[in-house]
């Protein structure tokens, strides 16, 4: 069994079937795509497996156990991370303290120590900001560490997101548009820190990317959905050639943004 | 942002605040007795303020009855220290315990409600425990009410109301710690989230049903607490004190305060602790006065009086735009 796998899953909406039977298998540490025109269920089919909507069907596995019965909470505990299409920072909140979030599955201290201001919460809390300071370095944002989050341009809060996420460790991360909102050269910017960094914790990524240039540089493997069905997956050399995929996208009148 | 910080907190808010315990401790002495027991009512309300905006400006969950966990702090603390003659040091915090208990039963109604829902179910809670002073005469002394006498420390009875003064100052010190290790650890951060984006919270293993009852159970507690000063502040307790009236001035003081923030709280409970005093004065206008004045510290500073300080600094230095914004959603702390 793969390390990380969904079988058959389906989600609907009312009468829409966003996601219909799909399945795909990651092995540990491989990078996989998925690409689709716009509504494709791309989203659906990650906010499903973090059980934020629910499933029709289908079962989601990770390293042996199956999650789709855990809460969102328990599922991100077990090694679930994501980040999402349109960032979901807390845009009250500092820079910081948005990426110390992602470290509360970690989190040193318990409840009552975080009350009484014990010393060994407040060494756990300088050891978390420094976490969270070295991710934000490799993303480049070490400066914006105080920076109301609010404040920030669309690309920045994407990066925010992305090392939110990374700093909670997950075992599988799920990136939504990870790239959207940047230009050529920053989108490759954070696709390498982001790979070098999942490399390093043996993160496995599943990534959803409109820019064919970024996601064919970076997967093993592209799943390609269309209406809420998987048409085709396979290398991305595979993918470039796959006639039904090219129908997919023109035949949306929405071509890849490459 | 400001290069100079002290834990976290910046410059502004390290002077402002150095200052305030500063005349807090000093002043007292050369006032009289009627001041000291103003200034022992701001403190008490600081701690309902503080205990309050944890709860709705920091994990975003509306409540107006405060007041019941006052007042079931207040009644504990009594119940437990003349009732049942356990020291009032003892009583004070079991009397916290009580209300925290109490809010964490109030808690799970609002794991399904939110918003106006939440709210309506608050005052029911506030309505239910109004009916429970009342048919519990022997422990609370029903409408009559029921006398809470001023504890002693080493021997010493508290009944001056300068000594009471500085025993309440120090708990709300404490307090005041507390609230602020909370918002600058893993449970505060989980606060914020779940009020920001429930869906985000989850996905960062934050537990949306556990963090919201662990909201309401520190929120009672402080509530509690200040319950058990007032009783013995005050001196007599009946069901009036905590009515739906003084849990809306709880609300009012972390709205113009500001929504989140500790020195929200503690500027909002002090200003509208002593507006009321001063504005005597104005004699049978004094409400219309008070009302008038929210009114308007509402309009020019939605974000409360807290909102001001960075607005005045990003005026005085003309600086960039980030820090304009950020003035004008007042991030002081
Ligand atoms: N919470 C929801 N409730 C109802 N319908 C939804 C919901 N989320 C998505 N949909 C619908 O499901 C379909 C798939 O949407 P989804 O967001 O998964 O597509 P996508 O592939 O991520 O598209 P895009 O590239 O535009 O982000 C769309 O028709 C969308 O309108
Ligand atoms: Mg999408």
Redesign the interface.
């Known amino acids: 069994m793969s390390f990380f796998s969904i079988d058959n899953m389906s989600v609907i909406f009312g009468g829409l079937r966003a996601v219909s039977n799909v399945s795909l298998a990651l092995g540990e540490g491989e990078i996989h795509g998925v690409i689709g025109p716009n509504g494709a269920g791309k989203t659906s089919l990650i906010n499903a497996v973090s059980g934020l909507v629910p499933m029709a069907g289908g079962t989601i596995h990770l390293d042996g156990k199956p999650l789709q019965a855990l809460p969102p909470h328990r599922r991100a505990a077990a090694g679930i991370g994501r980040t999402f299409q349109h960032a979901e920072i807390f845009p009250d909140q500092s820079v910081i303290a948005n990426v110390m979030t992602g470290g509360f599955a970690h989190r040193q201290s318990s409840l009552l120590q975080d009350f009484l201001g014990t010393p060994g919460k407040a060494a756990a809390e300088r050891q978390a900001r420094r976490e969270a300071e070295q991710m934000l370095d490799a993303f480049g944002l070490l400066s914006f560490c105080d920076a109301l989050a609010g404040d920030l341009p669309f690309g920045t809060l994407k990066k925010i997101d992305l090392a939110r996420a990374l700093v909670g460790k997950p075992r599988v991360l799920m990136l939504d548009e990870p790239t959207s909102g940047m230009n050529d050269t920053e989108a490759q910017e954070v696709i390498a820190a982001c790979r070098r960094i999942a490399g390093e914790l043996r993160v496995t990524l599943l990534v959803i990317e409109h820019n064919m240039r970024v996601i064919m540089g970076l997967a093993n493997m592209i799943h390609v959905l269309d209406h809420g069905e998987k048409i085709a997956d396979g290398t991305p050399a595979e993918i470039q050639r796959n006639p039904l995929v090219i129908e997919a996208y023109l035949g949306h009148g929405s071509a890849a943004h490459a | 942002?400001s290069d100079f910080s002290l834990m976290g907190l910046k410059a502004p808010t390290v002077i402002f605040g150095a200052a305030l315990l500063l005349l807090a401790l000093a002043l007292p002495p050369w006032f009289g007795s009627y001041h000291h027991y103003l200034a022992s009512l701001a403190l008490i309300n600081i701690i309902m303020a503080v205990g309050l905006n944890i709860l709705t400006g920091n994990a975003g969950q509306i409540s107006l009855c405060n007041s019941s966990f006052m007042a079931i702090g207040a009644y504990a603390t009594t119940y437990l220290s003349v009732k049942l003659g356990l020291s009032y040091w003892l009583a004070l915090p079991l009397g916290g315990v009580i209300s925290a208990i109490s809010g964490f039963f109030l808690g799970f109604p609002a794991l399904r409600l939110r918003g106006f829902y939440l709210a309506v179910v608050t005052l029911g809670f506030l309505e239910v425990s109004q009916i429970l002073i009342e048919q519990l005469p022997g422990i609370t002394g029903g409408v009559r009410g029921i006398s809470s006498p001023r504890p002693a420390l080493f021997g010493h009875t508290l009944s001056s109301d300068l000594s009471f003064y500085y025993v309440i100052l120090a708990i709300t010190l404490a307090t005041i710690?507390?609230a602020?290790?909370?918002l600058?650890?893993?449970?505060?951060?989980?606060f914020?989230?779940i009020r920001?984006?429930e869906?985000?919270?989850?996905?960062?293993?934050?537990?949306?049903a556990q963090t919201k009852l662990?909201a309401f159970v520190?929120s009672a507690f402080f509530a509690g607490i200040g319950g058990g000063l007032f009783a013995s502040l005050v001196g007599f307790i009946d069901p009036l004190e905590f009515g739906v009236w003084t849990s809306v001035r709880h609300v009012v003081f972390i709205v113009v305060g500001g929504l989140?923030s500790i020195t929200g709280s503690v500027v909002g409970a002090i200003v509208l602790t002593v507006l009321p005093e001063v504005l005597r004065a104005f004699k049978e206008y004094q409400e219309f006065v008070f009302g008038g004045l929210l009114l308007v510290v509402l309009i020019l500073l939605p974000h409360g009086l807290v909102g001001l300080g960075p607005a005045i600094r990003a005026r005085l230095t003309q600086s960039d735009?980030?820090s304009v914004?950020?003035a004008q959603?007042g991030?002081a702390e």
């Open positions: 942002m710690w507390c602020y290790s909370l600058r650890s893993p449970t505060g951060r989980a914020e989230a920001s984006s869906a985000a919270a989850q996905t960062l293993a934050v537990p949306l662990a520190i989140g735009a980030t914004a950020a959603r991030v």
